[in-house]
Each structure stands twice: as C-alpha cells, then as structure tokens.
C-alpha cells in the first residue's frame, strides 16, 4: 500500500468520527482534489497548454492538432468502427506472438536454469540472439515467412522471447540454493523441490521479464505494421501521416499508448496478486 | 507411534568417522576417526575451532554430506542420506519468503505428504510452543531474526524428529535474543524428549545446554574431547561450578 493510501485512510477515518457538517464534506473533497493534483496534475497542465499553444497558434496545428480535434478524430474512428478492425488484428499479432514467447521461454527458462551444462551451452548462443535486432533480422523473417501475417507474429515472438527467457534463467540461477537445501532436509523429491521452491521463488523475475516482453511486443507490432503492413494500429500512423489526417495520426498513437498503459498495468495487478509476499511489488 | 504424543529421542552411534577436503589439490582432513555414542534425549554439544570440522560432522549427521568411511547408526540403522528422523535447523532460519509463518511451518510436514489442513493444524501447535501465535499470518521480512529463528525451529519440530540437528542456531542473534533463545530451546528440548545436536562457538551457550560437549581438536593430530556438564537444570550463569565449566572449555582452546 502507498503512503498516499495510507495518508486517505487517515483522513476518512478522521472524518467519519466527527460531526457530517458542510465543512467536513468541503475539507474532504479538497484534500482528494489535492491528491489528484498532485498525481495527475502536471498531466493536465501539459494538455492545456498543447490546447492552448495550437489554438493560439503558437504550434502549427497542422502538426500538432489541437487535443479535442484528435479527441474527435479519435471518437469518429470507434464510433464508426473503422479503428476497431485495426485495433483487433494488432492485439492478435502482438497477442499470439506474446503468449507463443510465454509458452516457450518459461519453461525452457526453468529447465535452463537448474541445468548448468545446458545454460553453460546456450548461453553464447543466447547472448548473440538477444544482442541482434529483431528488426534488423526482419528482412530475414520475410524472406523466410512472407510477408503476411506469420514474419509479423515471428518477429514480435522473436524479440519478447529473450527478455522473458534470460530473466527467467536468472530467476532460477539467483535462488538461494540454502532454500533447497532445507527442502531436502525435510525429505522433499525433485519434483516437489521445483513446485514448492524454485517455481514460486522465481515468479518476481519472470514478472520482469513479462513486464520488459510486454513492451518490446508493442515496440516490435507498430515497427513490423509500419514496414509492411495494410492493417494494424501500426498502420494506420503512417497511413494517417501520409494522408495528412494528423488527428488520426495522433488518436491512433493515443491508442498504442493506451495498450502499453492497460497492458502494463494489467501485468503490475497480477503481480500483486502473485507476490504479496515480496514487499517490493506492492 | 500416535503422531500427537512427543517423540521420543534417537540414539546415535558413530563409529570411526573419517572426512577430508581437497581445496586447490591439498587434501585437508576434517574428522578422523571419531568414535562417538550418543544417548536418546541427550543433548550433545559441539565446540571447535573453525576448521576443525563441527559443521562437518553436523552435515554428515543431518545426511547431507557422505562421510570417506566410517558409519553413523541411527536407532541401529545406518544412515543414507537424509531422513525423516531427524530434522535440521540451520544458522540462518532458511524460510520461504512467499509463505506465511504459518505456511512455513507447515512446509516440511506438507512435503512429506501430509494433507494441507492436517499439516497446517499440527503447525499451530507449534507456533504456539515457540512464542508466535500472534505472528501466524505474518510473511518473513515482517518478522525479527530471533522471530525467523523460532519459526525455522518450530518447523523443525512440527515433523516430530527424533534428533535434532542444530548448526549454530542462534549464531546470527543479539546478545539479548540470544539468551532467550537458550532458554527457549532448553524447555523445547525437555518438553519433547528429542536427542538434540548442537554445534556453536560459543562456550558459554555448550555450557548453558549440553549434557556434554565434544571438543574438535585444533591440531589434527590431536584428540577429541568429551566434557560432561554436571549441573542442575535451569543453569545459573554466574554459579560458580558453571564458570568453572566454562574456564575448562576456554583451556581447550589454549585461552584463559
């Protein structure tokens, strides 16, 4: 729990023993405007001066439309459903290439990392992968996939499999081997070691690991979508640009931030769930 | 044996126990030949300098390390590896950050296959014999070391061993906690009838617990030590016979 939080339990516990007066409910309502000011407030102020500065013309807003006309271009793209198509087939891409990096990268990481002869073998060869680019092995991808659909998902799949894989490994090769130690004394087998000990010990690390793939998998969908694409929030930020509908433009990087925001915080929720324990991730 | 009555101490003979180290291609030998009984519901002490081999010998005890020969008979049975008779606990309490008190302590009687509920109830009972009934929900980095260390020992006593194996238990603690500590484990170990092995560096503490410490010999040409402490239980400190105990140990040493 935040200070933050703890500071607001405070003061409604404060509140809801004394008398309801006007003022109290006044005093309330100014300490939580107080607290959204002080968390979203630069925010705000950096939107009105983007309003203001292209209104005023002090930007010319036809790079950088005012935020209520990419609000309604934005607005037009969802009522109309026009966005929606894009919006989909982005999520499956990033979607498929990120949970087929999940499926493979966990497990092998675990067995990787209780291995050492394995890890010892792999580990160059991994080095190498991760230090290549995944958008400079791109052009390979197509060559090899074509250009549909399966080059995308490769490449998204490609990059998210190494952060998850390594953190993972290091998970593993970090855990205190006391712990499994102790394991032993009590008379636990190699399986149960793994499901009581390392598994549980190791979810923070997958959970960084998760957290960096989650973002490379957007990083990589809008790079792959720009390159060769006709689908796809990635898309439609060029097609926007090279139309000149510079509010789509905006409403749809507005939406790819939107995915990195939800996705994230999606992973930070499960996290809290997972490692309670851990004082760090709450 | 009804799982709820205390258990009732192991006997342990060991019979010419040898050991050594290769470190950077020196063979280093630790244990040499180390005849030893050990009666049920003893409590043995081990002293020694570092290097002499006290953990060592606890190690090879607690079955996590093989002796070069020799044997060690638990009950008239010769051990293989670790077993379910005896229990360790280790200088550091070694509990799982992402269990509770509770769930740790439960840990050991749940990996020998016991149910959830069965082992969580049989836990319970021993976080109260420790002192931590309050602290059941608690996660290990909300609790002290000396907090850590009565979990990490009730753990140990939640499987009923009939030995116990301690490896400097109370080594990492303040002086203060400490004390308690010995306290505590005394009227554990009275309470539970188990054959208790100790090993610590600190004289005091051998002199305070143990029906008769065993001193590792500095040289290893020299020979081990058997001192038995003959003094009432609950032991006073400053009694004289007790700092007389104390002097001898200290003598071992070559300290005075």
Excluded at chain 1, 78 to 99: E, K, N, P, T, Y
Excluded at chain 1, 115 to 138: G, K, M
Excluded at chain 1, 188 to 216: D, H, M, Q, W, Y
Excluded at chain 2, 27 to 51: K, Q, T, Y
């Amino acid at each position: 729990m935040s200070l933050e939080a703890i500071g607001r339990g405070v003061i409604v516990g404060h509140d809801s023993d004394g008398s309801r007066s006007g003022a109290d409910v006044l005093r309330r309502g100014a300490k939580a405007l107080i607290w959204f000011l002080s968390r979203y407030g630069l925010l705000l102020g950096f939107l009105i001066l983007w309003q203001a500065a292209s209104r005023a013309r002090w930007l010319n807003p036809a790079v950088f439309p005012p935020p209520d006309l990419i609000l309604a271009a934005l607005w037009n793209g969802l009522s109309s459903g026009a966005l929606f198509g894009d919006i989909a087939i982005s999520l499956q891409r990033a979607g498929l290439a990120f949970v087929a990096a999940v499926a493979i990268a966990i497990p092998l990481g675990l067995f990787m990392g209780q291995i050492r002869p394995v890890e010892r073998l792999l580990d160059p060869i991994l080095q190498l992968f991760r230090q290549t680019s995944a958008l400079a092995l791109y052009p390979v991808f197509i060559l090899l996939l074509g250009l549909g659909e399966a080059s995308k998902i490769f490449v998204i799949f490609w990059a998210t499999l190494f952060p998850l894989l390594l953190n993972t490994i290091s998970g593993v090769k970090e855990l205190d081997p006391k712990l499994i130690e102790m394991a032993r004394v009590y008379g636990a087998a190699r399986l149960t070691i793994f499901r009581r000990v390392v598994l549980p010990g190791t979810v923070p690390s997958i959970f960084v690991g998760l957290r960096l793939s989650a973002t490379t998998a957007l990083l990589l969908l809008i790079a792959s979508e720009m390159i060769g694409a006709n689908s796809g929030i990635g898309f439609q930020v060029m097609n926007a640009q090279y139309n000149f509908q510079i509010p789509l433009m905006f409403a749809a990087i507005f939406i790819l931030a939107g995915l990195g925001l939800v996705s994230n915080y999606a992973l930070v929720l499960l996290e809290r769930r997972l490692c309670r324990w851990n004082g760090a991730a709450t | 044996m009804n799982a709820m009555e205390p258990p009732r101490g192991g006997r342990v003979v060991i019979r010419d126990l040898s050991k050594s180290f290769a470190i950077n291609g020196r063979v280093l030998p630790v244990l040499r030949g180390l005849h030893l009984d050990i009666s049920p519901g003893e409590c043995l002490v081990i002293v020694g300098a570092s290097g002499s081999g006290k953990t060592t010998l606890l190690r090879v005890l607690a079955g996590l390390e093989s002796a070069d020969s020799g044997k060690v008979l638990v009950d008239g049975e010769p051990i293989g590896g670790v077993g379910t008779e005896r229990a360790v606990i280790f200088q550091e309490p070694r509990l799982l950050p992402w269990l509770n008190v509770l769930g740790n302590v439960a840990f050991g009687l749940e990996v020998r296959g016991a149910s959830r509920a069965q082992a969580r109830e049989h836990a319970r009972e021993y976080i109260d014999l420790v002192g931590l009934g309050e602290f059941a929900d608690a996660y290990p980095r909300q609790i002290s070391g000396g907090m850590a260390q009565r979990v990490g020992i009730a753990r140990a006593l939640t499987v009923q061993p009939e030995i116990l194996l301690l490896d400097e238990p109370l080594g990492a603690l303040d002086a203060m906690t400490k004390l308690i500590m010995q306290e505590e484990l005394t009227r554990i170990w009275r309470e539970e009838g188990v054959t208790m092995i100790m090993v610590t560096h600190d004289l005091e503490e051998a002199v305070y617990l143990a029906d008769r410490v065993l001193v590792l010999p500095r040289e290893k040409s020299g020979a081990v030590r058997l001192i038995d402490i003959d003094l009432p239980r609950p032991r006073d400190r400053s009694e004289n016979r007790f700092v007389r105990y104390r002097e001898e140990l200290l003598r071992e040493f070559g300290l005075n």
